[in-house]
């Protein structure tokens, strides 16, 4: 992969999102492209010259277009906008750094005007840093942050200073509770992780249901006297129960499910027996109430596992790199109901395999690069994988003939082919961040004669372009990063 040198490189990951998507199913005409805005931050800083730093930029996917929207702060220091959340009614929340109020929470449409800070939340120079910024579906967002006085706690912003406030303090007083893991778990029930008291004392984390739109917040109180449990990597299986890995000291970490409806939580399967455990992680839903992961054991090594929930219902789906060698499953990503992309290493090296949850619907999609090169990179390289919302997914690979460029895939070796050649030659493009817009398309920041600018793709090579050369310096560019559509 590119190595880059100059203060760019080392910036914070950019975040870009867009706005006003295309109805499902609507083509990528003139007509869409017309209505859809995107907004980013980027870095103007050219080799010779800064200017503005990393800023709140916007777009809409045309180069005259572009254009930055508020120089957050001022002059050649950089406010690095992240954690963008849309939350409906042309807005995005976002956490950025104005240099005098520190890392707080702010709101955008896109417009000079309409991009203002929401709070201090930490007040003075300190931050409140916001963090694990989700959207609700309901007009706000949830995310946690530190006012100095209660600790890390849940807090909400529907996009006005009125409606940005602390939800509550579950760990009362200074301690904090520190939420994680929000996770969306019905259209009225989202489902986090935090710490409150234990029944014995002291504070344990715990799973908590929060109900929406209201201000209802329920701790499950399962483990609450086991201060070892530690839920994490919660996803939701579609109707009302969570799958998430835990730890006792009799199972090590396993595989557990909770119901919100019952309040309640149990193990589904202590899959490595003894207090060593699995290791369950990367779940992603496949639908129909099942999900597929990532879990250890001496016999297998870390290979590709099935659950619908319930201790029956979960296996080994294939032991991709046979004996106690792992294959290493990461990136789960379900681009249609029913499957699932992944990369994985096998003797053809690490690339792309796809599964629909059985031994006979788990194979390589394609070896990209050939023999036992790794068309995704080493493991910990994201592919960037991006459902395109009709079965298809936009990733990034190398093919054994340069550096990574953009593909496409709909899990068949057929339909799995490069999108272009954007860096002519052996550096490759190196696609990052690639983030559907949920019209059919998505948005990627990748290298190319104008050095790393914003790129659209509908997931064919004529419609693969460069949106903007947003920075007039040559090998360098604006390296934008973390896209997400407004709605």
Not at 108 to 129: E, H
Not at 137 to 163: C, I, K, N
Request: charged share 20%.
């Amino acid at each position: 992969m590119r190595t880059v040198i100059g203060r760019a490189a080392g910036l914070a990951a950019a975040a870009w999102i867009g706005g006003a998507a295309a109805a499902a199913g609507q083509g990528v005409g003139a007509e869409s492209e017309a209505r859809l805005r995107v907004l980013f931050s980027a870095s103007d800083d050219t080799r010779t010259l800064a200017l503005h730093g990393r800023e709140l930029w916007v777009s809409d996917l045309t180069a005259a277009g572009t254009r930055m929207v508020a120089d957050i702060a001022p002059g050649s220091a950089d406010s690095l906008p992240g954690a963008i959340t849309p939350i409906g009614r042309g807005l995005a929340v976002f956490a950025a750094d104005d240099g005098t109020s520190g890392r707080e929470i702010w709101v955008s449409d896109g417009t000079a005007a309409g991009t203002a800070r929401l709070a201090d939340i930490r007040p003075g120079p300190l931050s409140g840093a916001p963090e694990r910024l989700t959207d609700t579906g309901h007009g706000f967002a949830a995310f946690s942050a530190d006012d100095g006085v209660s600790g890390r706690e849940l807090w909400v912003s529907d996009g006005t200073p009125l409606g940005t406030r602390k939800r509550s303090d579950l760990a009362p007083g200074a301690p904090a509770s520190n939420p994680a893991d929000l996770v969306l778990n019905t259209e009225h029930t989202l489902v986090f992780v935090a710490e409150g008291p234990c029944a014995g004392g002291g504070t344990c984390r715990d799973l908590h249901t929060w109900y929406l739109p209201g201000d209802s917040i329920v701790a499950h109180s399962t483990r609450r006297r086991d201060a070892n449990w530690q839920p994490r990597g919660l996803v939701a299986l579609g109707d009302d129960r969570v799958l998430f890995s835990a730890f006792t000291a009799e199972d090590g970490r396993e595989l557990w499910v909770a119901s919100y409806a019952r309040q309640s939580a149990r193990r589904v399967k202590d899959i490595l027996p003894g207090a060593e455990g699995s290791d369950p992680g990367g779940f992603a839903a496949l639908g129909g109430g099942g999900a597929v992961f990532a879990a250890t054991t001496p016999q297998r090594g870390r290979e590709l596992w099935y659950t619908d929930g319930t201790r029956a219902g979960t296996w080994l789906v294939r032991d991709i790199l046979p004996g106690p060698a792992s294959s290493s499953p990461e990136f789960l990503t379900a681009p249609a109901p029913g499957m699932v992309l992944f990369a994985a290493r096998s003797a053809a090296g690490r690339e792309l395999w796809v599964s629909d949850g059985t031994r006979e619907g788990t194979r390589l999609v394609r070896d990209l690069f050939r023999g036992a090169g790794d068309g995704l990179g080493t493991e910990g390289t994201s592919p960037f994988l991006a459902p395109l919302g009709d079965g298809r997914a936009v990733f990034a690979a190398a093919d054994g003939a340069g550096n990574a460029e953009p593909w496409v895939t709909d899990g068949s070796r057929r339909g799995t082919r490069r999108l272009g050649e954007l860096a002519a030659g052996a550096t490759g493009s190196d696609p990052a961040d690639i983030t559907p817009l949920g019209d059919g398309r998505a948005v990627f920041g990748a290298w190319g004669a104008a050095g790393d600018e914003p790129w659209v793709t509908g997931g064919r090579a004529r419609n693969t372009r460069l949106v903007a050369d947003a920075v007039d310096c040559v090998g360098c560019g604006s390296f934008p990063r973390g896209f997400a559509p407004l709605r």
